[in-house]
């Protein structure tokens, strides 16, 4: 990909007072355990990976995974131990201190899981802090902020002192503060895991809705599946540091590579998260089909019905309407009810 | 052997408790040993052995090694007068331009650079005092005398009492609100009633230097710890021994450095208060959140952004608790700096006390007292206070408080003028009440203490004599009889079976210096009274604690309490003892008992309150009675945070021993005075301070180490 704008080539990060002697005599076989012995604890091991502009690359593992690291690493809030970053093409470890605030305040947002609000700041003047930071005129940044404040949906507050709002309202502040800059990368470190579960589905949909507008490059790290299928492009499944395996939701709930995916995956209910053009087929007869069309967009559980009352394969369009694929109805009671799922 | 197995600690003390007491009769007193009182030091003595280490003669009378180590440190005490007087008067003379006598001079660095300091000092508290008390030598240090002679007008009034007061309620009101505004406004009507408005505000101007000094440096220096782990490591054993180090003992080597009065006072102030300072600012910036330092980051701050914008805001209630701190222990130096020439407050009580005139030291006491407390909930107050968002404010809204204050000065001027009037020829009530011409009740507290004395002399006198000769005596002389070997024994295998070599190597090293030192016998007096001291208040503090604790309003009331009587400077626990037990060694006791106490009590209570309520239901609903219940589930798991609370009242106790010399005690504290008044003390005082802060810090180490452990064990924080 020419267009990838954050590029990882085998970023190792590993805790420890002598972790680079150690990665170096263990060239390239890191090994968690054997480390641990040695009193050096794995963060990252060996993640390599692209993100395309636009995309967004949701990393998904538990706690301990390594997936905040991860992203440390790439926000180059920690160093990398080892391996090469590339934001936009610059490698983000040789920059110097001055060049990496630079950066900061004009190409990267950051929103923390625990909102990390700066508690003696008004709504807006923490919104505007980046844009102050940065050196902007009051005036200016007031007015930018202000946009943002409407953006999120929190206008009427914007003089509220962080600790005088919700749980979802103060992570709209975070987000609108981290939008401020208008930043081409945003970074999410588990945004929605400290809100309750309705919050965070009202929060979710918010979220779509402004990826939608923005289209920025996106970093999300979640350690909820649901989450993960619901918001990505591609997920990156991390276990212990390493990842296990990096793909669209659609192949990962069909393929899972190892073991580990699989456990995710068993349980999750396929015609809720795949599309149409997941489990259609080629087409070979188009003269053979129904008349029902349905686009290859579509998620499963909503065309089902309308499949299932048809004999014949349904045509499968795409954007300008032209027939791209055929899905069978026992396709899909397949797809729900039949394979591996026990 | 089983036994043996299921509590090894057990036995490893009692092992070692066999051994001490084996060690304990082995050793027999030597014949010539006796307890040297009084000056015996100072003369020479033909018993006497002497040696001669880097250059200093040290004379000691000479035991069995077993039995008191020979004082192979003695030599330090001098050596460090000797330098400090070498560095001050002789080391790096320079030619330095002498204002008075238009000429350069030679004279040393360090003598220079103190007196320098010592200048802007005394310039910097005159400043402030003329403003409150009025005068011309603020206007004089701008222009010129013979200015001022031909503008008269020029000279500046002090600020009428009215101004101050009225000042100090809306500041209060603005901080906190009605009730400290009341508060506020009783406590300046006291103080101008009773004619203590001089020297209060000779005391405040004191304060006002010291305490923002003190705060800057202490804030830098917590900066810099934060930022560098060396400068920590560095900084961390010398705060741990000023937090522990008597603040009487400081003041010995400042008055060689610094001489005598104000400014010497203000400096000493500065050492004693930067300490808890660092500590504070070290702990709130530890405790900002990394996410929001992220965040800081994130936003794109460079360094200095991320310190002033993200990290010192975040930590603001902490680093304002540091302020509280820091205006608390100056409150308390400026009232012990008396004895080293400060002005105000202190040296009225000191005087009064010294003259036995009881009644005037409790007024004095009970201004200090008053004005410690109203500091400590403003300046709390300040701390805990959080803007909020009112929408948009008028102008008069905004600006209310400021108003009321100008209308408060144009007021307060306006009666001091109409004052010049109405009390022609005698004084001006309406602008300051002269220091003896206010009311005052002393005659009538002194006549109470008589009558306290006519009507319960017997009664005191027995309880004294009983305590002195049936507890106290005895006591004492079981301490002295240790012999030093068995005492480090004692000490080290407490260390060792607390916290493994480690802490036997630290808390013997500390013991080892002690004895070493010249002053072993006088450090086993301080010892015995602050273990008497101790034991009582733990008693004490416990059971009222415990107690307390039961119902939520007496909890609530007992560290109300606390908080108010640990405002109080610890000088002004002498008064009333020495009220009503005169000038014996049970006052001081009785003063280290009530002072600490309060630690005793108030960790009892928390510790009691953070166990968890979850514990608390599932140990009810497992059916046991409420004593059950104390000793089963509350105490077990707040111990670790009682035993923190032993620890404070060992501090306190120690502190208030060595204070209790003033009375007249025959320990380390009665050396330290004399150091004060002895020319070459310097090395002596500082020596001995850090004795009493050796002690201190044996116990904080044993405890700490314990509690560290425990804590770890049932998985506490």
Known sequence: MTNAVIKCESVYKIFGTNAKKMLQEANGNVDAKTFQENGCIVGVNNASFEVAKGEMLVVMGLSGSGKSTLLRCISRLTDATDGKIFIEGQDLLSLKNKELIELRRNKMGMVFQSFALLPHKTVLENIAFPLQIKGIKTEDSINKAMDMVKLVGLDGRENYFPRELSGGQQQRVGIARSLAVEPDIWFLDEPFSALDPLIRKEMQDEFLRLQGVLKKTIMFITHDFDEALRLADRIAIMKDGIIEQLDTPAKIVLNPATEYVKKFTEEVPREKVLKIEAVMDPVDDVKNLSDLKVSKNEIIENVAEKILTQEKSVAVIDENNKIVGTVHPSKIIHTVFGGEKK | ?717
């Open chain 2, 1 to 717: 052997m089983e036994l043996l197995k299921k509590y090894p600690k057990l036995f490893q003390w009692l092992f070692l408790l066999v051994i001490f007491f084996a060690l304990c009769f082995a050793i027999d007193v030597p014949e010539t040993y006796k307890f040297i009182r009084g000056q015996a030091e100072f003369v020479k003595d033909p018993n006497q052995s002497t040696y001669t280490l880097f250059g200093a003669e040290v004379r000691y009378y000479a035991f069995d090694t077993l039995w008191r180590l020979p004082p192979l440190l003695g030599w330090l005490p001098i050596w460090v007068n000797d330098s400090l007087f070498f560095l001050l008067n002789e080391w790096m003379p320079m030619e330095f331009w002498n204002e008075d006598l238009q000429e350069y001079r030679t004279r040393p660095l360090v003598l220079q650079i103190t007196r320098n300091i010592t200048a802007s000092m005394t310039f910097l508290i005159e400043l402030i005092r003329e403003i409150l008390l009025g005068g011309s030598k603020t206007v004089v240090a701008f222009t010129s005398w013979d200015w001022i002679d031909k503008n008269p007008w020029a000279e500046l009034p002090g600020l009428p009492w009215t101004i101050v007061a009225a000042g100090a309620v809306i500041l209060c009101y603005k901080l906190s609100g009605k009730g400290l505004a009341i508060f506020a406004g009783l406590v300046m009507i006291y103080i101008s009633v009773f004619g203590q408005w001089k020297p209060s505000m000779q005391t405040l101007s004191f304060i006002l230097v010291a305490a923002p000094l003190s705060f800057i440096f202490g804030l830098s220096l917590g900066i810099m710890a934060y930022k560098s782990k060396r400068i920590e490591k560095a900084l961390y054993p010398l705060l741990l021994v000023m937090q522990t180090m008597p603040q009487y003992a400081v003041l010995v080597p400042a008055m060689v450095l610094f001489g005598i009065g104000d400014h010497a006072a203000v400096i000493i102030t500065m050492v004693v208060a930067i300490p808890p300072m660092i500590l504070l600012t070290l702990l709130g910036l530890r405790a900002v959140p990394s996410e929001v330092i992220e965040a800081g980051k994130m936003s794109g701050c460079n360094n200095w952004q991320l310190m002033t914008k993200v990290l010192i805001p975040t930590a603001r209630r902490d680093i304002l608790i540091g302020v509280n701190q820091v205006i608390m222990v100056c409150f308390s130096m400026a009232v012990i700096a008396a004895f080293i020439g400060a002005k105000g407050l202190g040296w009225n009580l000191l005087l009064a006390l010294n003259q036995l005139n009881i009644g005037l030291a409790l007024e004095a006491g009970l201004c200090i007292s008053m004005i410690a407390i109203l500091l400590d909930k403003m300046s709390l107050a300040w701390a805990n206070k959080q803007e909020d968002y009112f929408g948009n404010l008028t102008f008069f809204q905004r600006y209310k408080n400021t108003l009321f204050f100008a209308g408060a000065v144009l007021i307060g001027v306006i009666f001091a003028y109409v004052g010049t009037f109405v009390f022609k020829g005698s004084f001006n009530y309406f602008s300051e009440i002269p220091h003896n011409k206010g009311l005052s009740f002393a005659d009538f507290w002194n006549k109470g203490v008589d009558w306290i004395w006519d009507t319960f002399f017997q009664t005191l006198k027995i309880f004294n004599t009983w305590l002195i000769t049936e507890v106290l005596q005895p006591m004492r002389a079981l301490y002295l009889r240790m012999p030093a070997v068995a005492t480090l024994v004692l000490v080290i295998g407490a260390g060792y079976i607390i916290g493994g070599i480690r802490s036997a190597f630290t808390v013997g090293g500390l013991a080892l210096f002690i004895a070493l030192s010249p002053w072993w016998d006088r450090a086993l007096v301080t010892a015995y009274m602050a273990t008497f001291g101790v034991i009582a208040s733990c008693t004490i503090g416990l059971t009222v604690g415990t107690l307390c604790q039961q119902n939520k309003y007496t909890t609530k009331f007992m560290l109300a309490v606390c908080d108010i009587f640990q405002t109080f400077p610890s000088f002004v626990y002498l008064i009333p003892v020495m009220m009503l037990f005169g000038i014996t060694d049970t006052s001081v006791l009785i003063a280290v008992i009530v002072y600490a106490t309060i630690p005793a009590t108030r960790y009892t209570i928390e510790g009691l309150r953070s166990v968890p309520p979850a514990l608390h239901d599932a140990a009810t609903m497992s059916g046991v009675t409420k004593f059950q219940r104390l000793i089963n589930i509350e105490f077990p798991i707040a111990f670790p945070h009682m035993m923190l609370g032993v620890n404070q009242t060992i501090v306190f106790a120690l502190f208030m021993v060595i204070i209790g010399a003033f009375i007249g005690t025959e320990d380390l504290g009665q050396y330290i005075l004399k150091a004060l008044s002895d020319k070459k003390g310097g090395g002596k005082g500082l020596i001995l301070g850090i004795c009493v802060a050796f002690i201190a810090l044996i116990f904080d180490n044993l405890i700490r180490t314990w509690v560290e452990k425990r804590k770890k064990h049932l998985g506490i924080d």
